[in-house]
T-cell receptor
Framework: GESVGLHLPTLSVQEGDNSIINCAYS??????FIWYKQESGKGPQFIID?????DKRQGQRVTVLLNKTVKHLSLQIAATQPGDSAVYFC??????????FGQGTELSVKP | GAGVSQSPSNKVTEKGKDVELRCDPI?????LYWYRQSLGQGLEFLIY????????KSGLPSDRFSAERTGGSVSTLTIQRTQQEDSAVYLC???????????FGSGTRLTVV
């Protein structure tokens, strides 16, 4: 079936370094993508989104890049902090309805 | 409300009992979704309500699972004759038309003993 997958299940970075979390999606009809952060015991928290008519979008310390040619999405976190430690999910919206989620990448920030 | 509210936050039930989980979406959001998340896993889609349209029930794992959305707002997910494999966090989300502004609640942690 259709799916969104992540290249790396775990990522460990040093505090202050930049983090890059990657995601591959399979549905070329998807026109909206979202990154979520989930801390232990909490629901997923919206980080940033991007529509398919864009290839880059920036937020506060985060940037999402979209490459529709290879169906690849990435989340860049600048100057990673201990509070960024969490599981990060990418999600695609192929039909304006339910999101399809990837398996998640656990980001661990070492002080 | 300001966010998606779910209750209870935790529920422990005996195998074979029925449970009801409640979701109160963001005011004005027309779409409401239920997901299930097992320990250390991703989000498994269960059911989706959009306005007055028939719900998308394609993710419900068995006929023991059902959901209602009354008045286009509050939703209740019901699990009948609970089994141990039903233990998980049940997450609700709501969004505006088109899936934008997709916001999750904090979830209900269900433990079947």
């Amino acid at each position: 079936g259709e799916s969104v997958g992540l290249h790396l299940p775990t990522l460990s970075v040093q505090e202050g370094d930049n983090s890059i979390i990657n995601c591959a999606y399979s549905n070329s009809a998807s026109d909206y993508f979202i990154w979520y952060k989930q801390e232990s015991g909490k629901g997923p928290q919206f980080i940033i989104d991007i529509r398919s008519n864009m290839d880059k979008r920036q937020g506060q310390r985060v940037t999402v890049l979209l490459n529709k040619t290879v169906k690849h999405l990435s989340l860049q976190i600048a100057a990673t902090q201990p509070g960024d430690s969490a599981v990060y999910f990418c999600a695609e919206n192929p039909s304006g309805g339910k999101l399809i989620f990837g398996q998640g990448t656990e980001l661990s920030v070492k002080p | 409300g300001a966010g998606v509210s779910q209750s209870p936050s935790n529920k422990v039930t005996e195998k074979g009992k029925d449970v009801e989980l409640r979701c109160d979406p963001i005011s004005g959001h027309t779409a409401l979704y239920w997901y299930r998340q097992s320990l250390g896993q991703g989000l498994e889609f269960l059911i989706y309500f959009q306005g007055n349209s028939a719900p998308d029930k394609s993710g419900l794992p068995s006929d023991r699972f059902s959901a209602e959305r009354t008045g286009g707002s509050v939703s209740t997910l019901t699990i009948q004759r609970t089994q141990q494999e039903d233990s998980a966090v049940y997450l609700c989300a709501s969004s505006s038309l088109g899936g934008y502004g997709y916001t999750f609640g904090s979830g209900t942690r269900l433990t079947v003993v």
